[in-house]
């Protein structure tokens, strides 16, 4: 008895869930701002800094709230060439904030307790970014 209730109550459940928000789609789009650029596709992305880049690796929705928080990483960068086997340090990362309509504010928090931003950025503006010097 209990099995066929659990074999039926599954189902349901799931399709709960998939009625909670169907409206909701990844966000997508260039995002720009000063010392930042994000480009989101399908349910991920990636992000440009001055001196730096990473990868938002879960769906930034557009909600009605607009509140957001996804996991990524962040890689540290330098000026000049790359070097073939040149290897740079890359963290696991928090992207979070706001994206309402066309304006986003990103904040970074990185593995080990650094906090970058925040950050104001606007879809379908250039990024405003100055390379790390030499």
């Not at 000026?79 to 066309?102: E, M, N």
């Not at 650094?114 to 379908?124: A, S, T």
């Amino acid at each position: 008895m209990r099995r066929g209730f659990a074999l039926v109550a599954l189902p349901l459940a799931l399709a709960a869930c998939d009625t909670i928000a169907p409206d909701l789609k990844p966000a997508y789009g260039h995002f720009g701002g000063p010392q930042v650029g994000v480009v989101l596709e399908g349910g991920s992305g990636k992000v440009d800094f001055d001196c730096a880049s990473g990868t938002v690796d879960e769906p930034i929705f557009d909600a009605k709230e607009g509140v957001f928080s996804v996991k990524g990483t962040y890689r540290t960068g330098h000026s000049g060439q790359i070097k073939v086997g040149q290897i740079f340090r890359s963290q696991p990362a928090t992207y979070s904030g706001t994206l309402v309509k066309d304006d986003m504010m990103l904040t970074v928090t990185l593995e080990d307790g650094e906090v970058l931003g925040p950050y104001k950025l606007q879809r379908g503006v250039p990024p405003q970014l100055t390379r790390c010097p030499d």
